[in-house]
T-cell receptor, first 116, second 115 residues
Framework: AQKITQTQPGMFVQEKEAVTLDCTYD???????LFWYKQPSSGEMIFLIY??????QNATEGRYSLNFQKARKSANLVISASQLGDSAMYFC?????????????FGQGTRLTINP | DTEVTQTPKHLVMGMTNKKSLKCEQH?????MYWYKQKAKKPPELMFV???????INESVPSRFSPECPNSSLLNLHLHALQPEDSALYLC??????????????FGSGTQLSVL
């Protein structure tokens, strides 16, 4: 069965520091995609970064990078030089074949708070 | 235009009411989704439309009835809801294909309260 695990319910980080949000996954499907989304208090889910299971290099998008360790089934999000506006809920998600259909399933999320 | 627009933003309804949630996108996406999100929980998939046809129904109660009248619009018709149906309802759209192009674009959601 497909499963996404985020073990950090909450994290507190000083502004300008780097932060790593953990995500592990479990799947028997060789083809899958991993996504990170940010959800501020306004409610909208904002796409941050994507990593495909066959991608050889770690994905990067501006201040966001994904530390993809396929053998360990982990896809940690790294935010460099954190800003106050980074305070939000962060969800790791996996797209894969579940019960015969391509679905996107989310982890439980990590609430990140950036302190000034 | 990379927006998914949901209306209304807030909705309060009684258990005997009939209401509809609306979602619109003009990105040419041919897959559209409804997710339900309870407070402090991740979004849970409800329905998926692909090329205007219902492709996934996650065993959602029949008091929720989705409709995709064309490639830009997605509705969720609500009838005889229960208080436990109170949640944030998120609409999303994506291209149909592999990889990064399948990332979902989400609307801001409709916060629904059932009294």
């Amino acid at each position: 069965a497909q499963k996404i695990t985020q073990t950090q319910p909450g994290m507190f980080v000083q502004e300008k520091e780097a932060v790593t949000l953990d995500c592990t996954y479990d799947t028997s499907d060789p083809s899958y995609g991993l996504f990170w989304y940010k959800q501020p208090s306004s409610g909208e889910m904002i796409f941050l970064i994507y990593q495909g299971s066959y991608d050889q290099q770690n994905a990067t998008e501006g201040r966001y990078s994904l530390n993809f360790q396929k053998a360990r089934k982990s896809a940690n999000l790294v935010i460099s030089a954190s800003q106050l506006g980074d305070s939000a809920m962060y969800f790791c998600a996996m797209r894969g074949l579940i019960q015969g259909a391509q679905k996107l399933v989310f982890g439980q999320g990590t609430r990140l708070t950036i302190n000034p | 235009d990379t927006e998914v627009t949901q209306t209304p933003k807030h909705l309060v309804m009684g258990m005997t009411n009939k209401k509809s949630l609306k979602c619109e996108q003009h990105m040419g996406h041919r897959a559209m989704y409804w997710y339900k999100q309870k407070a402090k929980k991740p979004p849970e998939l409800m329905f998926v439309y692909s090329y205007e046809k219902l492709s996934i129904n996650e065993s959602v109660p029949s008091r929720f009835s989705p409709e995709c009248p064309n490639s830009s619009l997605l509705n969720l018709h609500l009838h005889a809801l229960q208080p436990e149906d109170s949640a944030l309802y998120l609409c999303a759209s994506s291209q149909v294909g592999a990889g990064k192009n399948e990332k979902l674009f989400f609307g801001s959601g409709t916060q629904l309260s059932v009294l």
